[in-house]
């Protein structure tokens, strides 16, 4: 099956934008971070040793450190460079787990498995990697993310040429999220989305956080030709008429998707078995009401 992510070109994208910082162009994953903080939070246990894989700043690892709950933390990276600020950690390639069967208490994974060819793949690598009642928390970018940039740049692209090529990655959505952990082996999985909404001056404003980001287009099916400045004009005028505010600023979505699951353990929940229940569901519903 050809690669739909040209993870080569993604990685690419992000030293670049490593290299060119851009002040504030890492609120997506600092918003992320609170978010771990706060399921983290949730969480009434401790944790001996956690990885935190390809997240490619230090946010994840700071804030399982502020948590408290963690003693031993490794930074998982496909590049030195990632490893900022002289922070330890191991060099794999993405897609990879580097750990020993049943050697992780924790794993923690945000804002890349949007760009991996293999979820199913390294979501199996994770499993296999955790403790028996060793938990997953990942979140990743799904479906509905930049939906406005994807349809202001089909509309334009159509329309001038006649076609279109790709610039928008497809994004996995909540439901496959939750069959994926299944799929996995992963006990009690949970999925739920939260969607950001973003505000901007204009499309413009918007690409430019994207490229800061290292998110710009990295797919394998991309066109290899630069968009012109008459396509990027048009899909600007295009996105102002149908997701500008009163204001005449433009709104950008962010769909970020959570996912937790667990290693199998004989002390986790068990559902009950099929025709266990005491009181059918048909005499609940038909019961009058505070009976």
């Given at each position: 099956?050809?690669?739909?992510?040209?993870?080569?070109?993604?990685?690419?994208?992000?030293?670049?934008?490593?290299?060119?910082?851009?002040?504030?162009?890492?609120?997506?994953?600092?918003?992320?971070?609170?978010?771990?903080?706060?399921?983290?939070?949730?969480?009434?246990?401790?944790?001996?040793?956690?990885?935190?894989?390809?997240?490619?700043?230090?946010?994840?690892?700071?804030?399982?450190?502020?948590?408290?709950?963690?003693?031993?933390?490794?930074?998982?990276?496909?590049?030195?460079?990632?490893?900022?600020?002289?922070?330890?950690?191991?060099?794999?390639?993405?897609?990879?787990?580097?750990?020993?069967?049943?050697?992780?208490?924790?794993?923690?994974?945000?804002?890349?498995?949007?760009?991996?060819?293999?979820?199913?793949?390294?979501?199996?690598?994770?499993?296999?990697?955790?403790?028996?009642?060793?938990?997953?928390?990942?979140?990743?970018?799904?479906?509905?993310?930049?939906?406005?940039?994807?349809?202001?740049?089909?509309?334009?692209?159509?329309?001038?040429?006649?076609?279109?090529?790709?610039?928008?990655?497809?994004?996995?959505?909540?439901?496959?999220?939750?069959?994926?952990?299944?799929?996995?082996?992963?006990?009690?999985?949970?999925?739920?989305?939260?969607?950001?909404?973003?505000?901007?001056?204009?499309?413009?404003?918007?690409?430019?956080?994207?490229?800061?980001?290292?998110?710009t287009n990295a797919l394998t099916d991309r066109s290899r030709r630069p968009g012109?400045?008459?396509?990027?004009?048009?899909?600007?005028?295009?996105?102002?008429?149908?997701?500008?505010?009163?204001?005449?600023?433009?709104?950008?979505?962010?769909?970020?998707?959570?996912?937790?699951?667990?290693?199998?353990?004989?002390?986790?929940?068990?559902?009950?078995?099929?025709?266990?229940?005491?009181?059918?569901?048909?005499?609940?519903?038909?019961?009058?009401?505070?009976?």
């Open positions: 099956m050809q690669p739909i992510m040209d993870t080569s070109l993604w990685l690419t994208h992000k030293r670049r934008a490593l290299a060119r910082p851009v002040d504030g162009a890492d609120f997506l994953m600092r918003r992320t971070a609170e978010d771990l903080a706060d399921r983290l939070g949730a969480v009434e246990r401790r944790f001996g040793k956690a990885a935190v894989l390809f997240c490619q700043t230090p946010a994840a690892a700071e804030t399982l450190a502020e948590s408290g709950k963690v003693a031993d933390i490794v930074r998982v990276e496909t590049d030195t460079a990632f490893l900022s600020g002289g922070d330890a950690g191991l060099i794999a390639p993405l897609e990879t787990v580097p750990f020993e069967p049943e050697s992780l208490d924790l794993a923690v994974s945000l804002l890349s498995l949007q760009a991996m060819n293999d979820i199913p793949g390294i979501l199996i690598q994770i499993r296999r990697a955790l403790r028996p009642d060793g938990l997953f928390l990942g979140a990743f970018a799904g479906a509905g993310t930049l939906f406005e940039l994807r349809e202001s740049l089909l509309a334009a692209e159509t329309e001038l040429y006649g076609g279109a090529s790709p610039r928008v990655a497809p994004f996995t959505d909540v439901r496959d999220a939750g069959a994926l952990l299944q799929r996995a082996g992963l006990a009690l999985p949970v999925a739920d989305v939260e969607t950001v909404t973003v505000r901007y001056a204009s499309l413009f404003n918007l690409i430019a956080d994207l490229r800061a980001m290292g998110e012109s400045r008459k396509l990027f004009a048009r899909a600007a005028e295009i996105y102002a008429e149908r997701f500008s505010d009163p204001d005449g600023r433009v709104r950008a979505s962010f769909s970020i998707v959570w996912m937790s699951g667990w290693a199998p353990d004989a002390s986790q929940q068990k559902p009950l078995k099929p025709g266990s229940a005491k009181v059918s569901l048909k005499t609940i519903l038909e019961a009058p009401d505070g009976q």
